[in-house]
């Protein structure tokens, strides 16, 4: 009797064969699952022939071991292979692959891609072809490539999908044994499985339904693939009907119903127990009369038992030891590889293969290797290796990949399972390149795995804490907890010598996962204790200016004022321009910034930063020797100094380095942040509201209530309060208790209390207000922090007290002014006298809020500006100068317009409304504005940018002022930038 027919009598095949030409398996009580097959493949490929693309479901089967489930996504290939068009791709988990990374994707995804033509290829891979590619086996990491987040892995598997679903459509995707996937696959299969919906997809999971057969890193993808299944099926024991024609089929009809029955009871109507028992019958030659039913059970113990005895004795030594060295390669098993573990001949070979399949314990798959007939026998040969056996059978093993030229990472599953305690050098040094290789796939757990296993070894005590540190950044990405363990260990002098070099990069790395954790205080106090220890200038310079990094970023700090001034003398003491020097002029600008010292002397130390407008080498966003918080704080210095077309570009870059960097974590979040902070602070709200979400989403896919999500949920609520939508806002900021006392360590950006405080004032809560305000002001004015742009709370501080305390009102927003005077920018000026205006009446209003709008016309805030506008409207209407206040409230509704602030809109309007006019100025609509330059307005930024004053260009083109200020505003809003900006 063949394989083949072995696998018919039950439907306990292997399952390969996916072809249209393949046999049919006959399945027993599997109507219902077939049906519903049936169903699913008729409705992919029909809604897909009638237009359909969001057209996904997941199909899952679920069962315990041997219940048939193989077979049936047999069957599930053969149908869907029938259909015209459709293209099926099949993997499988395996038992001893399941630590191996992206093994089942490779299977699922390596067939289809590979055949892809060059032009099609690429256009599947996009710009993720860097990160896919490696991940998927398609190609070698680049020279010099970095590690990938393994959620930047998984983003680019998702366009890929994307890309390549629809060009394939309809696709049915089949994983059989998903229990057995590794980590990386099923993470990512378990997230696809939402999105596939939106795709011409069908996918196919089968799985064992027992708890304990899931390892515990994977559970919870069990009960996320139960609750995403639009089709599931639990796979029940096969009826006694079925089970007696099976028996009657193998013995005849001479088989007696008593027989039969206790034959059903005995193997509880598994298949797999079935063809089990059916054989040792057989073997036995046992009558199936009812008196000989009473031995059953002892004939399925021994059928089920399969010890190391039960296995040599059915196979003999060499056999078994050519069937170890299968069950350790696991699926998909290269006869060459087989032969060269268990040190066997190839007439050996051909030998035991031989055996095997008459034994029907291997079977041959279509592409010319092994496959296990079934998991369960795979799993039983693995287990009688003796234990000395197997860790050194798994040596061999990872010699005889490496040498196949399969690679290490290939190898390294062995490697991790073989003897140690020997200290031996050459392990050490192959698991390390092991793990390198792992992270620059982006699978940091299969790295640590290996360091972990390096350390068992152990490494001679000259590298041990190199070995430490290399294993605490491999976790950086996805462990911050264990990142600070294995760098703290790696610190220890009591673990080892570090090389100074090391000892710098270690203290950093400790520092920068700290501080992302939000301990800011002691991220800086690690850097400036290890400061004073190192005597090389270099080292000693990245981690004063770390150390000054982190404590800008605390919520609160001991010496602020001295800090900076510490700050200066530093900055001062630079002698040249090479990445550390740089860095220390990026942290020096965005102090002044803060401080709210005069612009110029900020945007002056921001420009040496750049070279040629871009970052510098070894200040990159992807450059880990000082991390994306550099080139943040210059961004930030850019946006809060009216230079936010230079910010954006700068956001951009690392938006793009980090997708292509594979860096999707926090890394990217911080990019939508910025980009959705600079979209805000020039007027695009819409952009900003869309950005600052996308920041959201990924600060909490990391973890609950991170810096990060105080910063993007802080910008939010302010984008939907500039857009009129209070309500909505107030909600949000109750639903994430965006209030006091916020982050605990961690500054949020901008001030958050300042923010809260603008919150309760648009909620006409002036009393919280006034209380949080003056809370916040107590604490800024003693780090000695002045900028009214990042925190204006003095001017909104007098807005809340002006009906109860007049005077002391005047006084703050008269401060207000002040700072913003002496920090200089024209927003800042602007914004501050607007909210001066406020508590001001008559003449006095209207007097402060011209001042505004000159101001802000020359600067690329473009919101404010419309506030100014409508609100200098507004106070020209109420002295009675309807004409004027005409005239800028439609200038006000034409801006709130472009920057997508509707309740600004509806407020200007009310005003015109009242008094009978129309709410739009006649032949202008939101149609007529254009991304580019006018001609007049080109002509007015030729002159602007050569720094000649609107005086003397509405003189020159015979113009009045009040055109030419229009015209520069529309100018600097388009530009991103004010007059020093367009200028540069």
Not at 567 to 577: A, K, M, N, V
Not at 609 to 623: A, I, S
Not at 691 to 705: M, V, W
Request: hydrophobic share 40%; net charge negative; charged share 25%.
């Amino acid at each position: 009797m063949t394989d083949q027919d072995n696998e018919l009598r039950a439907g306990t095949g292997s399952g390969h064969g996916g072809d249209s030409g393949a046999p049919r398996v006959r399945l027993r009580d599997r109507d219902a699952e077939l049906r519903s097959v049936e169903a699913a493949v008729d409705r992919l490929c029909r809604e897909f022939a009638a237009g359909g693309t969001e057209i996904g479901e997941l199909l899952a089967f679920s069962g315990r071991p041997g219940i048939g489930k193989t077979s049936l996504l047999h069957e599930v290939r053969r149908i869907a292979s029938l259909r015209e068009g459709a293209t099926v791709l099949f993997a499988r988990g395996g038992e001893q692959q399941f630590k191996e990374p992206y093994h089942v994707l490779r299977q699922l995804l390596q067939p289809a891609l590979t055949r892809l033509e060059p032009d099609e290829f690429r256009q599947v891979m996009g710009t993720w072809e860097e990160v896919v590619g490696p991940a998927m086996g398609l190609k070698q990491p680049k020279a010099g490539a970095r590690r990938l987040d393994p959620q930047g892995v998984r983003d680019g598997l998702d366009y890929v999908l994307t890309q390549l679903a629809p060009r394939r459509a309809p696709m049915v995707m089949i994983v059989d044994d998903l229990h057995w996937s590794d980590q990386e696959s099923l993470t990512w299969l378990t997230q696809f499985a939402v999105r596939s919906r939106e795709l011409p997809v069908l996918l196919v999971f089968a799985f064992r339904d027992d708890e304990s057969d899931w390892q515990p890193e994977i559970q919870k993808h069990r009960a996320a693939v139960l609750n995403l299944a639009t089709r599931k099926h639990e796979l029940n024991r096969l009826s006694l009907v079925s089970v007696t024609d099976m028996i009657r089929d193998e013995l005849g009809d001479r088989v007696e119903d008593a027989f039969c029955y206790e034959f059903w009871n005995v193997v509880n109507g598994n298949p797999f127990e079935a063809v089990a028992l059916l054989d040792q019958v057989r073997d036995q030659e046992l009558e199936p009369v009812e008196e000989n039913s009473r031995q059953l059970r002892e004939l399925a113990v021994d059928a089920a038992g399969m010890t190391l005895k039960t296995w040599l004795d059915r196979l003999g030594s060499s056999t078994l030891r050519f069937a170890w060295a299968c069950a350790m390669l696991g699926t998909d098993i290269r006869i060459d590889l087989a032969t060269r573990i268990c040190a066997q001949s190839v007439e050996g070979a051909r030998d035991s293969i031989k055996q095997l399949r008459k034994q029907r314990v291997l079977t041959q798959t279509p592409n010319g290797n092994l496959e296990f007939v079934h998991p369960l026998i795979a799993t039983s040969i693995y287990k009688t290796m003796p234990e000395a056996t197997r860790t050194g059978m798994h040596g061999v093993a990872a010699a005889e990949i490496e040498n196949a030229g399969l690679g290490l990472l290939a190898a390294s599953r062995h490697l991790v399972e073989t003897h140690f305690g020997e200290g031996d050098d050459r392990t050490v040094r192959k698991l390390r390149r092991a793990a390198t290789e792992h992270l620059l796939i982006g699978a940091p757990e299969a790295a640590q795995r290996c360091l972990h296993r390096a350390l068992n070894e152990p490494p001679s005590d000259d590298i041990r804490a190199e070995v430490l540190y290399e294993l605490g950044c491999s976790a950086l990405l996805t462990d911050p907890g264990a990142t600070v363990n294995q760098l703290k260990l790696a610190l220890d002098p009591d673990e080892g010598p570090l090389r100074p070099g090391l000892r710098v990069d270690a203290t950093f790395r400790l520092s920068e996962v700290l501080a992302h954790s939000g301990e800011l205080r002691e991220a800086a106090v690690v850097c400036q204790e290890e400061a004073e220890q190192t005597a090389d200038p270099a080292g000693r310079t990245r981690l004063r200016a770390a150390s000054f990094m982190w404590h800008a970023f605390r919520k609160s700090e001991e010496n602020g004022p001295g800090r900076s001034a510490e700050l200066e003398r530093l900055c001062h003491d630079l002698t040249g321009r090479e990445a550390a020097d740089r860095a220390v002029l990026a942290m020096r600008a965005w102090d002044l910034t803060l401080r709210g010292r005069p612009s110029a002397e900020a945007l002056s130390l921001a420009d040496d930063v750049l070279d040629g407008g871009r970052l510098p080498k070894g200040l990159g966003w992807t450059d880990t020797t000082w991390g994306f918080e550099l080139p943040s704080m210059l961004g930030l210095t850019y946006i809060y100094n009216d230079r936010i077309a230079q910010a954006e570009r700068l956001a951009a870059d690392a938006i793009i380095q980090f997708e292509v960097a594979g860096w999707s974590g926090a890394h990217r979040g911080f990019a939508y942040f910025l980009m959705g902070l600079a979209r805000f602070r020039r007027g695009l709200l819409a952009e900003a509201e869309d950005f600052l979400r996308r920041a959201y989403r990924i600060s909490e896919r990391i973890g609950t209530k991170l810096p990060l999500a105080w910063d993007a949920v802080g910008v939010l609520v302010d984008t939907l309060i500039a857009r009129g939508r209070v309500e909505e806002a107030w909600q949000l900021a109750n639903e994430f208790g965006f209030h006091p006392p916020y982050h605990a360590t961690a500054m949020v950006l901008p001030d958050a209390a300042s923010l809260y405080g603008k919150l309760l004032v648009a909620k006409k809560r002036y009393a919280g207000a006034a209380a949080a305000l003056t809370d916040a002001g107590a604490q800024l004015e003693v780090r000695g922090w002045h900028n009214t742009v990042w925190a204006p709370w003095a001017g909104y501080l007098a807005i809340a007290i002006a009906a109860d305390e007049p005077e002391r009102a005047r006084e703050y927003a008269q401060k207000a002014v002040q700072d913003a005077r002496a920090f200089g920018t024209a927003s800042a000026i602007g914004a501050a006298l607007r909210l001066q205006a406020q508590i001001a009446d008559g003449q006095q209003a209207v007097e402060l809020l011209e001042q505004a709008v000159t101001h802000l016309g020359q600067s690329p805030a473009g919101y404010e500006h419309a506030v100014a506008l409508v609100d200098l409207g507004a106070a020209l209407r109420r002295v009675g100068r309807l004409e004027d206040a005409q005239e800028y409230l439609y200038q006000g509704i034409e801006l709130a317009q472009h920057c997508s602030a509707e309740g600004l809109v509806d407020q200007a309007r009310r005003e015109l409304a009242n008094y009978g006019l129309r709410p739009n100025r006649l032949g202008l609509g939101l149609g007529d504005f254009r991304d580019t330059l006018s001609g007049p307005e080109w002509e007015v930024a030729k002159r602007a940018a050569r720094g000649v004053p609107p005086q003397r260009i509405a003189e020159e083109l015979g113009v009045q002022l009040n055109l030419v200020n229009r015209r520069l505003a529309a100018v600097y809003r388009k530009a991103g930038s004010g007059p020093d900006g367009l200028a540069a």
